[in-house]
Each structure stands twice: as C-alpha cells, then as structure tokens.
C-alpha cells in the first residue's frame, strides 16, 4: 500500500537526514513523497545537504559552497555514508515516489543553482518526478523563467492569499506550510486553485490525527512509521 505522505530528508529518525540509506528506507517504506535539500559546491555540483555548512552531520567543518564535490564526498555522515549529488539522488529515487526538492538559495548565495539543478532533472528525464520548493521567491521565480514546465511552490509560515495571487501569477502548484498556520478555510482556497498542499513538519501523534482524515493535504513528517500506525489505525477503526 502506498503511504501517502512526505518523508522529511529520508527516515531521519532511523537513518541520517538526507543520506541514500534514508531515501532508501523511504522506499521500502511506500511512501507517495520524499523532500531533500539541494545546495551548490564549489565546482557548481548540486549536492544533497540540509544546512549550508558540513559541520553539523559530517566530521568536517565548514560552509557546503567552499569545497568542491569530490572534496565534500571525503567527509563521512555516522562514519560511514558521504553527502550524495543530486544525481546520485534522483538515480535511487526517480520512478519510486515524487521528489520535493528544496532550493536553499540566499539572496545570491548559489549563483547558477537553479540552473545546475534543472539541467540535472532534465539530463536525468526526471521533471515528472520533481516538485521545486523554496522560501526564496527570486529562486521560484527564476527557475520559471528557465522552465515552464517544472512544477514550483513556495516554502512558507503564513496562509496569507497574497501567496496565493503570487502563486497563480508564476503558476506554483504546490504549496509548503507550517502546520500550525494551516486553517480550514485555506484548504478550501488551495482547492479551488489547484495548488497542493503540503505541511510541515508533523511529528506530534496528536498532530498527525488532525491531519489524517484529509486527503487533500500531503503530511511531511520524520515519523515514518508513526504516520503508518496513526492512518492504518483510522482506516481499520
């Protein structure tokens, strides 16, 4: 049975965040929908890492974009797993679940970074496969105007309807929102414009029960398994 919800950087809970033996683990598990982070190397290789420095999941130190990705490959993640490319993502990935990709771009931080990951996804055939998420509009906004075909959404806190305008304006069909801002009325307006819903990150059991009954809402969890239990056990009660 697919499960169908969106596993945060893998199954962090049980392997390392963003590493393939997370993505893997996602699989098996069936889930629909899997989120990853996409930052820059040096030598302009998208690499497959949540923070914009090494320093937190690796034994190295040091920003993502000050080393090249043959370089940042030496670092080891839990000893023994290494940061993949987004190659070596979608390789594993594509044609098991639908991939949200998350652009961690800065102002201009990334020069090119939106460029190097949709020439990635089309070398790959992989556009099908991939939704494109940011918190920064300009990166949206750019990768639009590179593609009118990849679907886009915005990474967001608030429900206000001026995201909405924005998002009909650069036709965004997706939508990434902190759950405690999500309101009923939003659901409905994100219904009526066709924009899937995605919230983020539900990892409260009690959480996971106001959400589970609505299938028109995708639940971005670390909780795999969690989310397994809670929705099996609404569909047997």
């Known amino acids: 049975m697919t499960i ?21 683990a996602a ?24 923070d ?28 023994t797993e290494r940061i993949p490319t987004l190659v070596e993502a979608l390789a594993l990935l594509k044609g098991k679940l639908r991939i949200n990709i998350e652009l961690k771009q800065m102002g201009n931080m990334y020069p090119g970074l939106e460029e190097k990951v949709l020439q990635v996804i089309e ?21 639009r105007t590179l593609s009118h075909d990849i679907p886009i959404g915005l990474i967001t806190f608030s429900c206000s309807t001026a995201i909405l305008d924005w998002s009909k304006s650069v036709n965004a069909t997706f939508l990434s929102m902190h759950y405690g801002f999500v309101t009923e009325r939003y659901v409905q307006l994100c219904q009526q414009q066709q924009i899937q819903l995605m919230v983020w990150t539900v990892n409260d059991k009690k959480v996971m ?11 971005c969890t670390d909780e795999l398994e ?3 239990e809670t929705v099996h056990a609404a569909t047997t009660a």
């Open 4 to 24: 169908q919800a969106v596993a945060h950087r893998g199954y962090p809970r049980k392997y390392p965040e963003n590493t393939l033996s997370s993505f893997q």
């Open 27 to 50: 699989i098996e598990l069936n889930f629909s929908h899997l989120e990853l982070d996409v930052h820059l190397s040096k030598d302009g290789i998208p690499m497959v890492i949540h």
């Open 52 to 79: 914009h420095t090494i320093d937190r999941m690796t034994n190295g130190t040091g920003r993502v974009v000050d080393y090249t990705a043959a370089e940042l490959q030496q670092f080891t993640i839990a000893g």
């Open 123 to 143: 070398e790959m055939d992989a556009i099908q496969d991939v939704v494109m998420t940011s918190f920064d509009f300009d990166a949206l906004e750019h990768m």
């Open 209 to 219: 029960e106001k959400f589970k009954h609505d299938p028109s809402i995708l639940v």
């Open 226 to 228: 969690q989310w397994i």
